[in-house]
């Protein structure tokens, strides 16, 4: 398996913007696909953001869609969430998430997860 570590959570006031990086090790990181999944407190997690090996293929829940932008450096293996105009309904733990294969948007279908990162947006 993949290890991933996600950093660069905090808190943001609304419309503002955050970047989080997830580093991944382990194994080439070009041959995964990559993720990213939200949990709030008392909520299931769900699906925001994927991208498939290359980088080309991307995938946004529409919650998110045209506000936050998921990219991938496979030379640094680090994917990255760009969050912008940032909601106090985006507050969450974010998981970076990791599959061999094409990018999906089921938690179910990823293998390697990391600890999270806590972000908050105040309003």
């Known amino acids: 398996q993949v290890q991933l570590v996600e950093s660069g959570g905090g808190l943001v006031q609304a419309g503002g913007s955050l970047r989080i990086p997830c580093a991944a090790s382990g194994r080439t990181f070009s041959d995964y696909a990559m993720g990213w999944f939200r949990q709030a407190p008392g909520k299931e997690r769900e699906f925001v953001a994927a991208?498939?090996?290359?980088?080309?293929?991307?995938n946004y829940a529409d919650s998110v869609k045209g506000r936050f932008t998921i990219s991938r450096d496979n030379a640094k293996n680090t994917v990255y969430l760009q969050m912008n105009s940032l909601k106090p309904e985006d507050t969450a733990v974010y998981y970076c998430?990791?599959?061999?294969?094409?990018?999906?948007?089921?938690?179910?279908?990823?293998?390697?997860w990391g600890q999270g990162t806590q972000v908050t947006g105040s309003s």
């Open positions: 998430t990791a599959r061999s294969g094409l990018l999906a948007v089921r938690d179910e279908a990823y293998g390697s």
């Open positions: 991208i498939n090996r290359g980088g080309v293929g991307t």
